[in-house]
């Protein structure tokens, strides 16, 4: 263990609902992290790994604007399992070592780290519990090509070039098949985790970290019943809906003496947080402050870089962004890849320039104190 900190390690193959949950476990109140983010950031200009891929790998993988294109590196690595052996050697160092400076830093008791090569690199070691998540070959090649966009060949490829399955779940502490409905993949994964560190004789779980003011309570520790029957009320959506979001999304009840008021729906990606609905709408122009404070603490809590406003949520309320510290920044004047691409997001295609708010600098670079990124 890290401080005390009990690591969950999340792994399973292409398209098995590995991501699907940590989300649901993040909406449970777990710190989580993604290692594919993390990957992605160490080969950004100026990350720990740009330059060692560059030379590895060929000028001809660079864009225009100097980064590396992740379709041209895929072609080769998916083709070349040395390739895809070399490029994991110059990678997974510095992800680990971002991943445990995370972890150290959040000081939380519990987190749960997503990686695909988890098993095969040094970051198991650091792991308290091995989670898999199986879905069966049909059902990848399903979720690849109909979510993802994938050619039958591509999936076939991304598939053939893992090791099986069996040999994950061989290794496995906790097997979380993701197949049914996201319901059901909720149900497994709550009481996966009590059953991982929750000792019997102990009660409220030691992964929740509820606020005195009850506004950071998970979702987890409200009754199905009462969560269920709000959604219905609130969202005015049905029941599967509910847990599609909370397979997807971060989920945050705001509670009133124990009466849920509202759901503040945003999407977590690459350490940026965009919120992105509120049920009701309406909730957002009664409790404009409530709510946006609940969102940031909520993103702090989780590493957080910088919040991102839906346009979308600008346009049919009368949010002022300003007056809780947002800016309106056009895309081109955001220098940093990870925040460019997320509030690309908020207003897609020649939407207005979206509204932001720094929380924290890149946390793989050592920045100079005067340098600022935006």
């Keep these: 263990m890290i401080n005390k900190t009990f ?67 895929g072609q080769i690595v998916f083709n070349d399992p040395e390739k895809l052996k070399q490029l994991e050697a110059l990678i997974h160092p510095p992800v680990i070592r971002a991943i445990l400076g995370r972890v150290r830093t959040a000081g939380r008791p519990v987190v749960a780290i997503e990686a695909i090569k988890l098993l095969e690199s040094d970051l198991s070691g650091y792991c308290d519990s091995i989670w ?19 050619s039958e060949q591509e999936a076939r490829t991304r598939i ?130 409530l709510a946006f404070d609940s969102f940031e603490r909520t993103a702090r809590v989780n590493q957080v870089e910088i919040l991102l406003i839906a346009e979308e949520l600008i346009s049919h309320t009368e949010l002022q962004p300003t007056q809780f510290g947002y800016i309106q920044q056009h895309i081109d004047q955001v220098t940093y890849p990870a925040w460019q691409q997320a509030a690309e997001k908020t207003a897609p295609g020649q939407g207005p320039s979206p509204w932001m708010k720094v929380l924290a600098q890149p946390f793989e670079f050592e920045m100079e104190p005067t340098t600022v990124i935006q």
């Design 160 to 289: 053939e070039a893992q090791s099986q399955q069996v040999t994950k779940l061989s290794q496995a502490d906790v097997i979380i098949n993701t197949e049914a409905t996201f319901k059901d993949t909720w149900v497994r994964t709550q009481m996966a985790l009590n059953d991982t560190i929750q000792p019997p004789d102990r009660e409220p779980p030691t992964h929740i970290n509820s606020s005195k003011d009850g506004l950071l309570t998970p979702i987890s520790r409200i009754a199905t019943e009462k969560v269920e029957s709000a959604w219905f009320d609130l969202a005015q959506a049905d029941i599967p809906a509910l847990y599609e979001h909370l397979g997807m999304q971060a989920v945050l009840p705001m509670l009133n003496q124990d009466r849920i008021e509202a759901f503040l729906i945003w999407r977590d990606w690459n350490f940026t947080a965009m919120l992105e609905e509120a049920y009701p709408v309406s909730f957002l122009n009664n409790q404009t402050e």
């Design 132 to 150: 898999v998540s199986h879905a069966t070959y049909k059902s990848q090649m399903q979720r690849l090509m109909h979510t993802r966009g994938l």
């Design 7 to 73: 690591i969950i390690g999340i792994t399973g193959n292409i398209a098995t609902g590995k991501s699907v949950i940590r989300r649901m476990l993040a909406n449970a109140g777990v710190m989580t992290i993604d290692a594919d983010v993390l990957a992605n950031r160490m080969i950004y200009p100026g990350g720990p790994a740009y330059q060692a891929v560059i030379a590895a790998f060929g000028p001809e993988i660079k864009t225009e604007n100097g980064r590396i294109s992740h379709q041209q590196l």
